[in-house]
């Protein structure tokens, strides 16, 4: 096994046959090549047991041998090899037999530091007038002071001025749009010959011209036809995730017409025609992500987001960290779409994010910070409904179990997948959060402080979780307060106040650029000199030099331009969500047993209540009727109010405590209204149960009247109490998606409840009262005392308002059928107006490209 030499620019590397070397402007790599058109990790050269080969990581700007862009090539002695450009990109030179005269750093257990790299390269002339730029930029007193007792800082950048340089001179990296961008920068993974005539269809099933192994894909998805002319069109063939052509969705059965450029994705596949060959493109991981001048104006014209510029390297975790008012959680938001930015862009593997979200959303995960499980349920139970929404719904069962078992596996969660995911430790629950967003193999895996509230234990194991993610094929972005375990990122982006970058680099850089010993201190320093530029410091050092301008180097739009897209399809339809949404509710409840118990204890006291007033319910009165049992509207009154708070009580809560999980299931394609009716239908039938209670308790021991108006007079009441309890749910969970926090709820429904005591139209006259009575028509407890009144004929058991007008009563107590049936109508329209409202709330906690 002969060695290899490399020649670059007059330096020489001896490569060892026993291990592989990458290649790339990462300064912890083997053979660093600090030139723009190069990416962080381009290439790894290794012997494959015949010969030298190598083989490029998805760059950016390709690796080029003899002029041909490769994939992979065999390293010929005398034959050179280009990188980043054909012609007069970075020349490698392979020499065989002799030693180097540098050696490649070996990667040993003590890895040496980004430092001590730039101290073994050849010595530089700094750069006069950007050294002048950052010294003459003040730094703080006391940040001055300390930057004076780090003597290595000044020599690192002194040493990094003439690759800064070069790095500014050289070709920025390009701003590739549209659908050629894609397929221009990257390899095909496979090629298809297209025939004339021929029909090449696309699926999951074996049965298909093209397999696609991924479960993001139906089973018969689509089709490529050739049409006359040459051009050929794509077909969906009913998919359930959709088939999209330069981002955009096809309509459900849809048909397009392909252009040279266009690019069509297939779950996590992305087609090509070029020539009469089919070029295939599967995102494994090796994908590029970049925010450029990311700018979020709010109200009032506050930028809380300005001009953020980054670039996130290939299969890496990176790591964001900041003062409190730094801009972290509106950073989230419009790197993943939940908000996009105001100005600038975000490009996942040169395809613009916002503009291709529909398609896109798929590849990219998001952990927040609070789980997105539903705790009462077991891990196993807890990714199957999570599974079954979230996969095309011909997806076998088998398949959803077999890929479950697979990320339980992987995230060492087999162990605990029969345990409840309350009964797990912080970091277990954590883990399960992640393995929910590991079930559809994103390439970019986002998280929101996934170690708030864990103790240092916890916190290693979760940010070592991570770092496993990272390397197992994986892009990780965490944003963070802890600061312990920032050393096992690859890069670490600071916010400053403000929302504005004041680093971007090496973690283990990034306290000598700021010049402080402890985060401790630069968290101080943030808050102490609030008005400092710090985005002005970053973008004078060399470390913006080395780390981000090439992707600064490209000009930001102006404005972010509306988005118009056709409304993606759903993975499931209508009816299944709802099915698996209703059993998913159900067992959550089930699991429950102490909410069980107190859905009947409450409507059973306050049915007992309502019998310790001594008075039969609705006797007629003695003739004459001087005397009037107006002990029947009290007891109506209980029984009503009673059902009013056990109603809302329901569902006061429910969407509130759910509202991470609704947020994250809304982006993946939930339906809102499937998601709604879920909630309406099972609390609907505990709401009827619990009438049934309360008017039965309340009924036994009374003497009820002899007839009804159309039926039995304990059904027809029964009925109002029940319709009252539905609508006062419907009120409830306008109230859970009103507030922003649960504590929240419980003063409002105890409100909620003194109001409709307040307007039953018991307790005083609310009819012919101009401004109370129209108040009235809103209180859903006046209709349904009302058309209890009609059954129990209320105005003439109770005593008349006006006792010199007996004959002046309710109007709408009238014993008569039309009356009882337009209480009744009236009380379930309220109930249908607050689903209406919900529906509308609702959309505030979706991510806003969706909306648009």
Not at 44 to 53: C, D, F, L, Q, S
Not at 358 to 363: P, S, W
Not at 420 to 439: D, F, N
Not at 493 to 506: E, R
Request: proline share 7%.
């Amino acid at each position: 096994m002969p060695e290899l030499v490399l020649e670059l620019n007059g330096r020489t590397w001896t490569l060892d046959p026993s291990r592989s070397y990458s290649l790339g402007r990462d300064p912890q790599g083997d053979v660093v090549i600090d030139d723009a058109r190069v990416s962080w990790r381009h290439a790894t050269i290794a012997w494959n047991g015949r010969g030298w080969g190598i083989e490029d990581h998805g760059s950016t700007n390709g690796t080029y041998v003899r002029g041909a862009r490769v994939q992979h090539a065999e390293l010929v002695p005398g034959t050179p090899v280009h990188l980043g450009n054909a012609t007069d990109g970075p020349r490698l030179n392979p020499v065989a037999g002799a030693a180097a005269a540098a050696p490649v750093p070996q990667p040993a257990a003590a890895q040496q530091s980004p430092a001590q790299a730039y101290a073994q390269q050849p010595p530089a002339q700094p750069r006069q007038q950007a050294w002048e730029q950052q010294v003459q930029q003040p730094l703080p007193q006391q940040q001055a002071q300390q930057a004076q007792q780090a003597p290595a800082f000044p020599q690192q950048q002194a040493q990094q001025a003439q690759q800064a340089q070069q790095a500014q001179q050289a070709q920025p990296f390009p701003q590739q749009q549209g659908g050629a961008g894609y397929g221009d920068h990257r390899s095909p993974t496979t090629f298809h010959q297209l025939e004339l005539g021929h029909v090449i269809r696309i699926g999951r099933a074996l049965e298909n011209e093209l397999v696609v192994s991924d479960l993001q894909v139906s089973r018969n998805h689509a089709e490529f036809h050739s049409m006359p002319g040459g051009r050929f069109e794509i077909r969906d063939l009913g998919s359930h995730n959709g088939t999209y052509v330069n981002g955009q969705p096809l309509a459900k059965s849809g048909t397009a017409l392909l252009g040279p450029n266009d690019i069509v994705g297939v779950g996590h596949s992305t087609f090509r025609i070029v020539g009469d060959r089919l070029e295939e493109f599967v995102d494994t991981g090796d994908v590029s992500f970049s925010a450029r001048h990311l700018t979020v104006t709010v109200d009032g014209g506050k930028q809380i987001l300005k001009d953020v510029t980054f670039g996130v390297p290939e299969k890496s975790l990176i790591g964001v960290i900041g003062p409190s008012g730094s801009g972290k959680s509106t950073l989230l938001k419009a790197l993943t779409g939940y908000r996009p930015a105001n100005q600038g862009d975000v490009l996942y593997d040169n395809r613009n994010l916002y503009k291709q979200f529909a398609e896109l959303r798929q590849r990219i995960g998001l952990v927040p910070q609070d789980d997105i499980l539903h705790k009462e349920l077991k891990v196993s139970t807890a990714l199957k409904y999570a599974a079954k929404l979230r996969f095309p719904g011909d997806t076998a069962e088998s398949e959803r179990a077999a890929r479950i078992n697979e990320v339980l596996g992987e995230l060492k969660l087999d162990i605990h997948k029969d345990k409840k995911i309350t009964s797990l430790s912080g970091g277990q629950r954590k883990r399960v959060s992640v393995a929910l967003e590991l079930l559809t193999k994103p390439s970019l895996i986002f998280l929101d402080e996934p170690t708030s509230g864990l103790d240092p234990g916890m916190d290693r194991d979760v940010m070592q979780l991570l770092r496993g993610l990272a390397d197992d094929g994986r892009t990780v972005l965490v944003v963070t307060h802890s600061v312990a375990e920032l050393a096992i990122c690859d890069k670490l982006l600071v916010m400053a106040p403000g929302g504005s970058v004041a680093y971007f680099g090496p973690p283990d850089e990034a306290l000598n650029f700021f010049g402080y010993s402890t985060w401790a201190d630069v968290f101080s320093a943030f808050e102490s000199y609030r008005d400092y530029d710090w985005a002005g410091r970053w973008k004078g050092s060399q470390h913006y030099q080395l780390y981000a301008a090439d992707i600064d180097a490209v000009a930001p739009q102006s404005v972010q331009p509306a988005v118009q897209q056709t409304r993606p399809p759903k993975p499931q339809g209508w009816g299944s969500q709802l099915w698996t949404l209703i059993r998913r509710y159900v067992s959550v409840i089930a699991s429950d047993k102490g909410f069980i118990g107190l859905m009947l204890i409450l409507p059973a006291v306050l049915g007992v209540v309502s019998t310790v007033i001594p008075a039969t319910f609705g006797l007629a009165p003695p003739k004459p009727p001087s005397v009037f049992n107006s002990a029947a509207g009290t007891i109506t009154l209980i029984l009503a109010v009673g059902m009013c708070f056990s109603g809302a009580a329901n569902s006061v809560r429910e969407l509130i405590k759910e509202r991470v999980i609704y947020e994250r299931e809304r982006a993946t394609g939930l339906s809102r209204s499937a998601y709604l009716m879920s909630k309406v239908i099972v609390l609907g039938v505990i709401t009827a149960i619990q009438g049934v209670i309360i008017c039965g308790i309340g009924f036994f021991p009374r003497d009820m009247p002899t007839e009804g108006l159309f039926m039995s007079p304990a059904v027809e009441i029964c009925l109002s109490i029940t319709a009252l309890g539905f609508t006062s749910m419907m009120f409830g969970l306008v109230i859970s998606s009103l507030v922003k926090t649960a504590e929240k709820t419980m003063p409002l429904l105890v409100m909620f409840a003194i109001i409709q005591v307040v307007f039953t139209g018991i307790l005083f006259q609310v009819y012919d009262s101009p401004g109370l009575e129209q108040i009235a028509w809103l209180m859903p407890s006046r209709w349904a005392v009302a058309a209890a009144g009609t059954t129990l004929h209320l105005s003439t058991l109770m005593a008349p308002w006006d006792r010199d007008n007996p004959d002046n009563t309710d109007p709408l107590w009238d014993a008569t059928v039309g009356q009882w049936s337009f209480d009744i109508i009236v009380l379930v329209l309220l109930g249908v107006a607050c689903g209406f409202a919900v529906a509308r709330l609702l959309r505030r906690h979706e991510p806003e490209v969706m909306r648009k």
